[in-house]
C-alpha cells in the first residue's frame, strides 16, 4: 500500500513539473490607411469643422475660407452616417459668388443622393442659396456610408491663375 501511495505521488510530481508556455501579447492591430473609421462621420458637418476632410469625398478645397466655407470644384462630394433613415431632410447651406455669377450667369445644381436625383436647382442670382428637401427613407442606409454630391453645371475660371471653381459651401448634411 505504501508503495503504490509512494507511485501516485511520484507522479502526480511529474506531471506538476510540466513547463508552462511563455504567453505574449496578440500583435497591435492596425487599420487599413484609407478606410476611414465609421465612428469618424458625421451626420451632418460644417466645412470649419476639424474632421470635415473625414466626411469629404471629392471635389471640395482642402482650405477653409474666412474660416467658415470652402470652394467646391464641379461635382462636390461627401459620405454621411445615419443612426435611422425616417423623416430625414438633406440640407446644404450654398452661395454663389458674384464675381463667378458675372462670368457664368444662372447655373443649375443636381442634388443626388445615393445615385439617385433629389433635385435640379437653377439659381438665376448670386448670394446665399440654402437648400433643404425631404430624403426618402429607401434611399438612405442606415448602416454604411451614404453618398450625395452637388454638381454645378457650369464652372467659373480665375483669370490670374486659371483655377475652375464651383459655388461656395458651408455645410451640408441631413437634418431631421
Known amino acids: 500500500m505504501r508503495l503504490r501511495f509512494l507511485t501516485l505521488a511520484l507522479f502526480a510530481s511529474l506531471a506538476a513539473c510540466v513547463k508552462i508556455p511563455d504567453s505574449y501579447a496578440p500583435p497591435m492591430q492596425r487599420k487599413p490607411m484609407d478606410v476611414i473609421e465609421p465612428s469618424l462621420l458625421k451626420f451632418f458637418i460644417r466645412m470649419s469643422d476639424a474632421t470635415a476632410s473625414n466626411n469629404i469625398v471629392g471635389d471640395i478645397n482642402e482650405s477653409i475660407e474666412c474660416s467658415s466655407w ?50 435640379r436647382v437653377t439659381y438665376i442670382k448670386p448670394g446665399h442659396q440654402p437648400f433643404e428637401k425631404a430624403v426618402p427613407a429607401e434611399w438612405l442606409h442606415a448602416v454604411g456610408d451614404n453618398i450625395v454630391s452637388m454638381e454645378i453645371d457650369k464652372m467659373w475660371t480665375a483669370p490670374a491663375d486659371h483655377v475652375e471653381l464651383g459655388y461656395i459651401l458651408a455645410s451640408a448634411g441631413f437634418l431631421e
Open 70 to 119: 470652402r470652394w467646391t470644384k464641379r461635382k462636390p462630394t461627401m459620405r454621411f452616417q445615419l443612426k435611422h433613415v425616417n423623416n430625414q431632410k438633406f440640407m446644404a447651406d450654398l452661395s454663389i459668388a458674384d464675381q463667378t455669377f458675372k462670368d457664368t450667369g444662372p447655373v443649375t445644381i443636381t442634388f443626388v443622393v445615393n445615385d439617385h436625383e433629389l433635385d
